[in-house]
């Protein structure tokens, strides 16, 4: 028996990374899922990846940005399996770079898909989980609770999706909707490999991995598993009575300063 048995979740982002690794965990625990994201194809694919084993999943086209597509893909959703108990926002981008370098464009595109991104396919799964009751889980950060130099887009992208869950919680409470954030520190995907040839062009992965493990005081970075067992928890009744929460999975990045 699965912890997600009868469910139905949407997961956006999930074409790949953290996203992905949820999604197909959710299968997994018995759900269906839809696996949106901008990569159609990769969407389609890690759907198809995710029931090799069994289960039931499908893929998306969605852009997170775009408010009529949120809706469709929820109105798919509801099309195909009925109902909608799950939403996982895991849809983002990680472009940053010190304020003074830091462009507009990149600025806006980053709030654009990382905090409207949440609002929009939260706003538009809403009445669908609060039919039943469900759960929100976002993707926040740490970037959106310590202010780590050079992250000023990304990091005050990730405070607002945490504040915008509490938000969240308090609306959905009377309809028993939770809505509630994990917090992730380094964890090795695309989208960190992406940011670390832009920071250290050239740098060999194992090089930058062995770096990004010594800033956690359990001297690892996080898993994508970390995360999608986070997820399991907070999507499953196991967490019924959690809700507006920030889960930090830091390996103890923000307990303070490291012992000299
Ligand atoms: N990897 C980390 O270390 C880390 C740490 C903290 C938080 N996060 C957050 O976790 C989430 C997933 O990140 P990841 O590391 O798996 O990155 P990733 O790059 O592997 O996956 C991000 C996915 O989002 C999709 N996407 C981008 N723009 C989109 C849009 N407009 N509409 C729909 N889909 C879109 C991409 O196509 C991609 O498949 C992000 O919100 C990220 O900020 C990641």
């Given at each position: 028996m699965g912890k997600l048995d009868g469910r139905v979740a949407l997961v956006t982002g999930a074409a790949s990374g953290l996203g992905k690794a949820s999604a197909t965990l959710f299968v997994a625990e018995g759900a269906s899922v839809v696996f949106a994201d901008l990569n159609e194809e990769g969407a389609r694919a890690a759907a198809t990846e995710a029931t090799a084993n069994g289960g039931v999943a499908s893929g998306e086209r969605l852009d997170v940005t775009r408010g009529a597509e949120c809706e469709r893909v929820v109105a798919a959703t509801l099309e195909r399996y009925g109902k909608l108990d799950i939403?996982?926002?895991?849809?983002?981008?990680?472009?940053?770079?010190?304020?003074?370098?830091?462009?507009?464009?990149?600025?806006?595109?980053?709030?654009?898909?990382?905090?409207?991104?949440t609002f929009l396919s939260a706003k538009?799964?809403?009445?669908?989980?609060?039919?039943?009751?469900?759960?929100?889980?976002?993707?926040?950060?740490?970037?959106?609770?310590?202010?780590?130099?050079?992250?000023?887009?990304?990091?005050?992208?990730?405070?607002?999706v945490i504040h915008l869950m509490r938000i969240f919680a308090a609306?959905?409470?009377?309809?028993?909707?939770?809505?509630?954030?994990?917090?992730?520190?380094?964890?090795w995907t695309p989208m960190v490999e992406k940011a670390v040839q832009r920071l250290i062009p050239g740098a060999p992965a194992e090089a930058a991995q062995a770096y990004l493990a010594r800033?956690?005081?359990?001297?690892?970075?996080?898993?994508?598993?970390?995360?999608a067992r986070a997820a399991l928890y907070l999507a499953s009744d196991d967490a019924a009575f959690m809700t507006g929460q920030a889960l930090v999975l830091d390996g103890g990045l923000t307990i303070g300063p490291r012992a000299v």
């Open positions: 939403l996982m926002t895991c849809a983002g981008v990680g472009d940053s770079a010190p304020v003074l370098e830091l462009d507009e464009a990149t600025f806006e595109n980053t709030i654009a898909v990382n905090l409207k991104g538009y799964a809403f009445p669908a989980l609060s039919r039943q009751g469900g759960s929100i889980i976002a993707l926040g950060s740490v970037a959106g609770i310590i202010g780590a130099p050079g992250f000023a887009a990304y990091g005050a992208s990730k405070a607002g609306e959905g409470a009377a309809h028993n909707v939770r809505a509630n954030a994990i917090c992730p520190s380094w964890i800033q956690s005081p359990l001297g690892r970075m996080g898993t994508p598993g970390d995360v």
